[in-house]
Every structure is written in structure tokens, then in C-alpha cells.
């Protein structure tokens, strides 16, 4: 009975987080019907109703907000409690729930989360990318990765330390066609691939030189929102790109693309993993603690530096 009471509450606040049933029943891994039972189960016993629901959306009704803002904390207790209570087994296990920058998650996915998980087989890590900035504690996630700027102030933050920069990379064909740029503002003369911004804005190639900073608006035939697009398109030398430099890295090392304006691209800030204060971690969440700094001690100690960066220290430790 309380079980079934729990998954109900699930049921609730992740519609409630979602704003679409098939979005949140997705998730939680259950059918669409399944995940409306529970939902209409709950608002009988409750005698409320907690969504007014159309054929095209969902929102929570007034007394369904008042529910939600009460009753997340105190779900989010209950399955705190659960975890510590599973974690009490000498091998870590259980899920783990990362919000991520889509490159971000990218940077870290082979040399920390797979390795991670060989280490630690009975640990389900489950990802979530999104271009936008997140509440991970509203949002029930575990953690998350975003650039050190970004992390809020009442995060813990572990730096990975891992150098990192955009780069504007081109085709040896596109470039012997069309000339190689040697300032941001000739790329007014190139065709380039625009990208769209998760608030649908156009970025604006962002260039820095002896402090003189400049972003530039470029043109051209494509606007994509998906990096692995970009990398397709500058691949087949429709134009120029900006990229994450770790993203095409291999095509820069074996030649398929050229880097352009390389004394204009300024070195950004490392990302970070971070996460709100716990009394109570759970072996599966210390385990990745613990691995995140190992594994970013090891690639800071490796990985040649190409500029100045930031030291490598916890905010405060786990």
C-alpha cells in the first residue's frame, strides 16, 4: 500500500515536471495509460482534481500546485531515505540521475561515466541533456555538469579541470575554394553553419584577441541546434563551424578538418560537477564523487595545457 501510495506521488510530480503524460511516463519507464491511472487513482482519494487536461497539454490546477509544492520535498526525503537505506551494502548500486549541457555530457561520457560504470556494474547512471539551465534538486536529479560559471553558489562544485575551447574549423577543400580567414569579421565573406540557442536566439561566434573581444553574427545557408549536424554538414565542406574543440578533435588529428582563427579563440571555463549539500550519500553517489575527482586529477595531470586555467580545487568536499 505505501509502495503503490509512492509511485503515485511519482506519478504526479513528473507529469507536474514534464507538463505532458507521454514525456513523464517515458521516464519513469511505464506506459502512458499506466502512468494516467495512477495519476486519476491518486485524485480520487485525494477528492481533488490536480490537472486540468486538454487534448494538446497539461497544467497543474490551483489546488494541484499547492500539492505539488508541498509534497515534492517530502517525496525527495522518502527516496533519499530509501537509497541510504539500499547503500548500506558494501557494493555501490542503485541510479543515478545527471543533468547535463549536451556538450558537456559529450566531454565527460568516455573517460568518466563509462569508466565509471565498469568499475561499478550494479550502478544505472541516467542522463539527461538539455541545452537550458536546470534546477537538478526540483528537477530530481542527483547531479549535474555545467561550465564552473555557471554552477549556482549553493552548490557543492568539484572542477574537472579539464581544459577546454570553441573552435572554428573548415574543410581543406572548403578552405582552398573559398580562402582561410584570418580576422572574425572576414568571416563575413564565408558561408557558415548559424546555431540556435535553446532560447531560440542565434549565436553569435564569440572571438577574443589581445583583450579586444568581438561576436559576430554569421550568415549562411543552414541553422541546425544539433552538433552532430554541424560536424555532418562542415564535413561535407558546406562551410565554416564552431565547435566544442573535444568534439571534433579526431577529425582536426586526422586531417579531415582545419582549424581557422585559432590566436582569436579564447579558452573557456572547465566544467564542473556539482550538487546540493547530503548528510546522508549514497555509496553509489560518493563512489561517483570519489571517481569524478580521481579521474579528473589524472586528465589534468596528462593533458597538455593550451592556456591558462583556472586551479583545480573542491569547493567544499563530499
Known amino acids: 500500500m505505501f509502495q503503490s501510495s509512492v509511485n503515485e506521488l511519482d506519478a504526479v510530480l513528473m507529469v507536474a515536471r514534464r507538463g505532458k503524460f507521454r514525456t513523464a511516463a517515458l521516464e519513469l519507464g511505464v506506459s502512458t495509460t499506466a502512468l494516467s491511472n495512477a495519476v486519476a487513482k491518486l485524485e480520487r482519494t485525494l477528492g481533488i482534481r490536480l490537472f486540468n487536461r486538454t487534448t494538446r497539454s497539461v497544467s497543474l490546477t490551483e489546488a494541484g500546485q499547492q500539492f505539488v509544492a508541498q509534497v515534492a520535498p517530502a517525496v525527495r526525503d522518502i527516496h533519499e531515505a ?49 541545452g537550458r539551465l536546470v534546477d537538478i534538486v526540483a528537477g ?30 573548415g574543410t581543406p577543400r572548403y578552405l582552398k575554394a573559398h580562402g582561410t580567414p ?42 541546425l541546434d544539433e552538433a552532430s549536424l554541424a560536424r555532418t554538414a562542415v564535413l561535407a565542406s558546406v562551410g565554416l563551424a564552431l565547435a566544442m574543440e573535444s568534439d571534433v578533435r579526431a577529425d582536426i588529428e586526422a586531417g579531415r578538418l582545419v582549424c581557422v582563427l585559432e590566436d582569436w579563440t579564447p579558452i573557456l571555463s572547465p566544467l564542473s560537477l556539482y550538487y546540493p549539500s547530503r548528510r546522508n550519500p549514497t555509496a553509489a553517489f560518493k563512489a561517483f564523487v570519489d571517481f569524478a575527482r580521481r579521474q579528473s586529477g589524472a586528465r589534468s595531470t596528462l593533458t597538455p595545457s593550451i592556456g591558462p586555467e583556472a586551479p583545480v580545487t573542491d569547493i567544499r568536499p563530499l
Not at 548500506?88 to 561515466?113: C, D, H, M, Y
Not at 549565436?203 to 573581444?213: G, N
Open 82 to 130: 530509501m537509497e541510504v537505506a539500499r547503500s548500506q551494502k558494501a557494493t555501490p548500486s542503485g541510479t543515478l540521475r545527471i543533468n547535463a549541457f549536451p556538450t558537456a555530457a559529450r566531454e565527460i561520457f568516455s573517460w568518466l561515466v563509462l569508466p565509471f560504470l565498469r568499475a561499478h556494474p550494479q550502478v544505472h547512471i541516467d542522463i539527461v541533456t538539455e
Open 140 to 169: 530530481g536529479f542527483d547531479l549535474g555538469v555545467r561550465s564552473a560559471d555557471l554552477v549556482p553558489a549553493d552548490m557543492i562544485a568539484l572542477p574537472l579541470g579539464v581544459t577546454r575551447r570553441n573552435v572554428v574549423v
Open 182 to 223: 584570418l580576422t572574425p569579421q572576414d568571416l563575413a565573406a564565408h558561408t557558415c553553419l548559424r546555431v540556435r540557442l535553446p532560447n531560440g536566439a542565434i549565436h553569435r561566434w564569440p572571438f577574443e584577441k589581445d583583450r579586444q573581444s568581438v561576436h559576430i553574427d554569421v550568415e549562411g545557408a543552414i541553422t
